[in-house]
């Protein structure tokens, strides 16, 4: 996580270009299709920027592109996943309790081995079920295009990122109006709905939405719940790097990259636990804060619109049943234990 000198930026320009106008697009794209649909469809920026990248492949296909959007996947990602540290207060998590942490990271763990073995058995790369895997257990599209970063080079790698971050989106929609009911049916109390909307559905926009749609203790412990589950989001992704490389000869290109970014997360992850605790610098704080979190969100969209600029949808279009099955195999797998683990609770 170094500065780029204005020398070694220039030939960034064209393709941070072109990706941030993606984003832009994007952004003002996001309230024009939720209201010309009545509300019906609510595409959140990330989905509308991936989907807009993937159809200007053509263009950023270009030579001068290239060099400008690996930076925005390979480096401002990693950036942005950093900052993602200021979203997570240690003393949210302790208040869980232990029985709900060993139950999230128990399901999250089952969920990532199951994703690979699930690929393996639908003839899938091992890639693409660590991506479906870390995309379920833990934060969708954020936990898809970390994961990415330390995956070997196969040849549908950007696909499969690209597939498993709009699937993450699809079925988060899905089952947000699926699971507040199915809490009811199994006679779950607030904190323990809050604790089943929290640890299985994939993206944060969804778990708020499902969260808070049943009453405001749900929505907050659900809240809390997400919010442990991203906690783990570069333990994860690193805990994947290493099994790769440990897989021998066929995978020797994966590497585990130079945590800097990971200790930037957990170093945040502390000053937001402790700073807002000291009153002087609270206000301060709330507005640095603010800009930092937006910096991420931003950083965030850049590289998922240059992720979609550089999957060709010919690519996209391939992807059969095989990858749908896996992905629903691992929200299945999730489920199936969180809600095992409440009952027991």
């Known amino acids: ?41 609510a595409l959140p920026g990330m989905v509308i920027a991936l989907i807009i990248g993937i159809a200007l492949h053509s263009v950023a296909a270009r030579p001068a592109f290239e060099a400008g959007l690996t930076f925005a996947v390979k480096k401002l990602l990693r950036w942005a996943i950093g900052l993602l540290g200021l979203r997570v207060a240690l003393g949210d998590i302790i208040g869980l309790g232990l029985g709900t942490l060993v139950l999230v990271v128990g399901a999250m763990a089952a969920t990532i081995a199951a994703g690979i073995w699930l690929a393996r058995r639908f003839g899938a790369h091992d890639g693409y079920g660590a991506l479906a895997g870390a995309a379920t257990a833990v934060c969708g599209a954020s936990a898809a295009l970390a994961t990415t970063t330390v995956l070997p080079h196969y040849k549908a790698r950007a696909a499969d990122t690209a597939f498993t971050v709009v699937a ?10 699926i699971y507040p009911p199915l ?3 199994l006679g779950f109390d607030a904190s323990k709905t809050g604790i089943l909307l929290g640890a299985t559905i994939h993206d944060m926009a969804q778990v708020v939405g499902a969260g808070y ?29 290493w099994w790769f490389m440990r897989q021998g000869e066929a995978t020797h290109d994966a590497k585990v990259p130079v945590p800097v970014f ?26 640095v804060k603010g800009w930092l979190v937006a910096l991420s969100n931003a950083g965030l969209l850049i590289a998922i619109a240059a992720l979609g600029l550089g999957t060709s949808i010919t690519a996209i279009l391939s992807i059969g049943w095989r990858h749908v099955a896996v992905f629903f195999g691992t ?11 409440l009952l027991v609770l």
Do not use: Q
């Open 1 to 41: 996580m170094t500065l780029v000198s204005p020398a070694a930026a220039r030939p960034l320009l064209p393709g941070m270009a072109l990706a941030s106008a993606v984003s832009i697009i994007a952004v003002m794209a996001e309230p024009v299709v939720r209201n010309a649909t009545g509300g019906r469809l």
């Open 168 to 177: 993450a989106n699809a079925v988060s929609t899905i089952v947000m109006l």
């Open 183 to 185: 809490a009811i049916l």
């Open 213 to 241: 749609a049943v009453s405001d203790p749900v929505g907050n412990t659900a809240v809390v719940v997400k919010l442990f589950r991203v906690f783990l989001l570069l333990p994860v992704v690193l805990a994947i790097g």
């Open 262 to 287: 990971a200790l930037v997360f957990l170093a945040l992850v502390v000053v937001n636990s402790i700073v807002p605790t000291i009153p002087a610098l609270v206000s301060p704080y709330a507005l």
């Open 331 to 341: 929200t299945l797998v999730i489920l199936g234990i969180v809600i095992a683990g």
